[in-house]
């Protein structure tokens, strides 16, 4: 039992001894483990001291004028000659120089003036009008907008061109045109005016759809039983020689049915048969075109063929307000014409700006100024209202 006792004894000090080293051992790794992680919240720190470092050097420059935070562009857009107002007078920035609008040219229909090289809105310098009414001017109060929002469209858009081979003109032999006449037989009402390109409109209809079936058919034309000639178009060379269109409508159709005569002589075949007058073509088109020739007509009647000038920055008639086109785009011209002008500018959401209206010198057409746009739009797509 002693032997035993002390056989013992050396195993539990080896055991003893084995547990020291064990204690000993963890915490060492406890210790390394601790001296690791302090070692990388040192090297975080030192990342981010470094980078603040970095940024505050960027932004140091001692050389140089600071940069503003946005360009400066030269001039407002719309402005007026320097005033005394004292009101005026306390702007933090001086009125730029006033805006150089010679030469103004009054235009002809039919100018023919184009849009700039590229797209549209090129001319845009500024992108919005001036923020404060122009000195001087005295807005109107804005309620003249609601008795232009259901205003008629005088000019339709203008029609989709054809090609030179379907034309009305490539089947007659028309004159030099310089002036038409347009009688509408129901109401007896009569447009007439001098105008060469006016005149020239039926010409270039397109009259691919003929209805001529000859005259070995029962009906010669292809036309309503109840067919009404409503517009009788009379066309005029320089030598004063009468040569017209007969526009009618029958049936549920709503085609129109143009008979053409270049030749009012009338006469029969080589049998001597079918005396009378045989239009050189004979077809059918849209409603549309002949509603373009008569806007077109009346319009260019209604300002005498001479449209007025653009007006100056300084006009009382000048109003601030919200353009809102009533399609999804509306065009601003550089005379109030829409055939062969084609569009300056172009709106296509709503947007705050100058306007003017006069009903009495204008008609239906309004003026409106973006930036150093300035042009015409028909009040037909537009409605005006208070900013």
């Known amino acids: ?55 505050v050097a960027q932004n140091i420059d001692t050389g140089r004028a ?64 001036t923020a404060i009414p122009a000195p ?101 060379g320089t030598d004063g020689v009468e040569q017209f269109l007969d526009v009618g409508r029958g049936g549920a159709s709503p085609a129109l049915y143009v008979y053409a005569f270049d030749n009012t002589t009338p006469y029969a075949d080589s049998n001597g048969r079918y005396f009378g007058m045989h239009p050189c073509r004979a077809f059918t088109m849209a409603q549309s075109n002949l509603d373009y020739l008569i806007s077109a007509a009346q319009a260019y009647q209604e300002f005498n063929g001479s449209y007025p000038d653009l007006i100056t920055p300084d006009d009382a008639r000048w109003t601030r307000g919200m353009i809102q086109p009533i399609e999804s785009i509306l065009n601003l011209r550089a005379i109030p014409m829409q055939y062969n002008n084609e569009p300056i500018f172009q709106i296509t959401q709503p947007m705050e700006a100058w306007y003017a209206v006069d009903g009495r010198n204008w008609g239906e057409w309004a003026q409106i100024k973006i930036g150093n746009v300035q042009g015409w739009v028909n009040t037909g797509y537009v409605r005006f209202g208070a900013s």
């Open 136 to 236: 001087g001017v005295t807005p109107l109060a804005g309620n003249n907008s609601v008795a232009l929002i259901n205003l008629p469209r005088p000019i339709l858009p203008t029609p989709i061109p054809v090609s030179a081979g379907v034309q009305l003109g490539a089947f007659c032999n028309f004159n030099a045109l310089v002036s038409i006449n347009i009688y509408d037989w129901e109401t007896g009402a009569t447009t007439l005016l001098s105008s060469e390109w006016i005149a020239a409109l039926p010409l270039t209809w397109d009259a691919s759809q003929s209805i001529w079936r000859g005259y070995a058919a029962a009906k010669p034309f292809d036309e309503p039983d109840d067919l009404r000639i409503l517009w009788r178009v009379s066309l005029f």
């Open 1 to 55: 039992m002693t032997s035993r006792q002390y056989e013992s004894l050396p195993r539990h000090k080896a055991r003893q001894r084995q547990a020291a080293r064990q204690r000993d051992h963890a915490k060492r790794r406890r210790q390394q483990s601790e001296s690791g992680g302090n070692l990388r919240l040192w090297a975080l720190a030192a990342l981010l001291f470094a980078g603040a470092f970095w940024i």
């Open 66 to 129: 600071p940069v503003s935070a946005a360009p400066v562009v030269g001039g407002t857009p719309f402005y007026l000659p320097a005033t005394a107002n004292p009101a005026v007078a306390m702007l933090s920035t001086p009125i730029p120089p006033t805006i150089d609008i010679s030469p103004r040219v009054t235009m002809r229909a039919g100018s023919g003036m184009s849009a700039p090289a590229g797209s549209f809105n090129a001319p845009l310098v500024g992108g919005e009008p």
